[in-house]
């Protein structure tokens, strides 16, 4: 008995240390936490990257962007919208079945007032379950890009927003604290543990998930701690203390690289960094002149002609940025290397052309940026103001984390800005409809041009490829001319990874675990 007692047990340490059985965590970070884990309140990529984890699409995105079937399995345009089949035997993480009734409940909260999603879905007039695993949406005219629309769009289990008193998005812009800002309910492969923002959220497998099995990813459990601080950051994943920085700073690649055990991973990102000027209000806000100098164009292009793109990309940029004209990057439906070409810096000629629109001696303006949420934001503000000060306007720099840099923009309450904008739909209606239309909800330049407001409208509708296609170049062509924004430049991503993980690298910097393996 007594050497039957022993084996048994030596069975069971050997059972419990064996590393088939160790659970596999993932340590990782970036500088800025998601703004809400409501999934339609707020259409920022690293909020969406996080919802993504816990809660899924009708149809989603690989890491190469090919869209893919998730929660509905195939689609079909008709003649008077889509027809989505509804993948069957899908459960939300509380054991609640999924299914039309929560694609009809999550579309309608996605179109409230409150949502930031509720441009990208405004074509759509109704939608009816067809029966409990198909869904019609009816579309005003046949929208050809639908389905590329819907890649961020969550669905919600209406049960739990209900009970939970979340039927409609919590309104971040006002700072308002709801149950789905900290709790979430999805069909996702991951659960979520625990949520402390700013600090650590925690996030477990989903045994129950439906595509158990079907991607190679075999992380355990994740845990994300955000850290603003660059050094701070790349000493976390120097000494072990994270397994993948999903931002480190641009400077240290080459370090991180030379470091045993380290690699580095870049990708030419769908992303532009840009500058807005509101050119719609009749007064500066913070401006040292009376009326506003945005409204002329001669100003705008001044503010064009001071940036010197290529400085920014040598010395701030480490070389990783495309120098651009455009606020949407190559890859998207609409960017031709023509509009693409950067404005050549001339600061003689900015300054004549503000002598032109009255303004001599120039003007002051504050310049509102974030510094927690894109490459080298702050630095590349604090380039931009000193390139200002060479053609007279004197630039009063307001650098702070984007959870209140966000609000400033929706709200309409700053006069230059600095914003980054990805284009998940790969098409230009997208930018078009938030940053160009009259009725954009991040059209904070105040932009108007009636027929870019047309041709707005008409692609959603139009079948004609190449019709299309000429009517978007037409659009970014008066854009050029009309000059909204100050674009920079298009980001590069780079990622920093311990060599014990692989992760694909994607041009949306979406993090995606269901392809993440630890070795």
Request: hydrophobic share 40%; proline share 4%; glycine share 6%.
């Given at each position: 008995m007594h050497l039957k007692q022993l084996l048994t047990a030596s069975i069971i340490a050997l059972t419990v240390a064996s590393p088939a059985l160790a659970e596999n965590v993932l340590r990782w970070?970036?500088?800025?936490?998601?703004?809400?884990?409501?999934?339609?309140s707020q259409n920022e990529s690293p909020t969406i990257a996080m919802n993504g984890q816990i809660y899924e699409t009708l149809v989603t995105r690989d890491a190469d962007l090919i869209l893919r079937p998730e929660l509905a399995e195939s689609w079909e345009a008709g003649p008077d919208g889509w027809t989505f089949k509804l993948r069957q035997g899908v459960k939300f993480h509380d054991g609640a079945d999924f299914t039309a009734e929560d694609v009809i409940f999550s579309?309608?909260?996605?179109?409230?007032?409150?949502?930031?999603?509720k441009e990208q879905i405004k074509s759509i007039t109704s939608i009816e379950a067809i029966d409990d695993y198909t869904v019609k949406m009816v579309t005003d005219g046949v929208n050809p890009i639908l389905p590329n629309q819907l890649t961020s769009l969550?669905?919600?289990?209406?049960?739990?927003?209900?009970?939970?008193?979340?039927?409609?998005?919590?309104?971040?812009?006002?700072?308002e604290e709801t149950f789905a800002v900290r709790n979430a309910n999805g069909t996702g492969p991951f659960t979520l543990v625990s949520r402390a923002p700013d600090e650590l959220t925690v996030l477990a497998r989903n045994a129950n998930w439906w595509g158990e099995g079907m991607f190679p990813g075999n992380i355990d459990r994740i845990e994300y701690r955000p850290i603003a601080n660059a050094a701070t950051r790349v000493a976390a994943l120097?000494?072990?203390?994270?397994?993948?920085?999903?931002d480190p700073p641009l400077q240290d690649l080459k370090r991180i690289e030379a470091t045993e055990g380290l690699s580095v991973k870049t990708v030419a990102q769908i992303r532009s960094i840009f500058f807005g000027m509101d050119q719609g209000i009749d007064k500066l806000r913070t401006s040292n002149v009376d009326g506003n100098p945005f409204k002329d164009v001669r100003v705008r292009e001044a503010m064009n002609l001071a940036i010197d793109r290529d400085a920014i990309k040598r010395v701030v940029m480490e070389g990783l940025a495309f120098p651009t004209s455009m606020i949407t990057s190559p890859g998207v439906l609409g960017n031709t290397p023509e509009n693409d070409a950067p404005v050549k810096t001339d600061p003689e000629r900015a300054k004549a052309l503000l002598a032109e629109a009255g303004y001599p001696d120039g003007f002051t303006v504050r310049l509102d940026c974030p510094n927690d949420r894109y490459n080298n934001d702050e630095k590349?503000?604090?380039?931009?103001?000193?390139?200002?000060?060479?053609?007279?306007?004197?630039?009063n720099l307001?650098?702070?984390?984007?959870?209140?840099?966000?609000?400033?923009?929706?709200?309409?309450?700053?006069?230059?800005?600095?914003?980054?904008w990805g284009v998940p739909t790969l098409d230009s209606h997208y930018v078009f409809s938030y940053l160009l239309d009259s009725e954009g909800s991040w059209n904070a330049a105040g932009y108007n041009n009636a027929r870019v407001n047309e041709i707005t409208d008409a692609i959603a509708v139009e079948t004609d490829g190449d019709k299309r296609a000429s009517m978007i170049d037409e659009a970014w062509t008066q854009v050029k001319a009309d000059m909204p924004y100050v674009p920079i430049h298009h980001q590069v991503l780079a990622w920093g990874l311990a060599s014990t993980v692989d992760i694909p690298i994607a041009a949306d910097d979406a993090f995606r675990p269901r392809f993440a393996v630890m070795k």
């Open positions: 970070t970036s500088q800025g936490d998601a703004l809400t884990l409501d999934p339609h579309f309608g909260r996605a179109m409230h007032e409150a949502s930031d999603y969550f669905i919600m289990d209406k049960g739990w927003a209900d009970a939970n008193n979340v039927s409609v998005p919590m309104n971040y812009a006002a700072n120097l000494s072990g203390e994270v397994d993948f920085v999903l590349i503000c604090q380039a931009a103001v000193s390139m200002y000060a060479r053609i007279g306007v004197t630039v307001d650098a702070i984390p984007k959870s209140q840099h966000f609000p400033k923009i929706q709200k309409r309450e700053t006069d230059f800005y600095m914003l980054g």
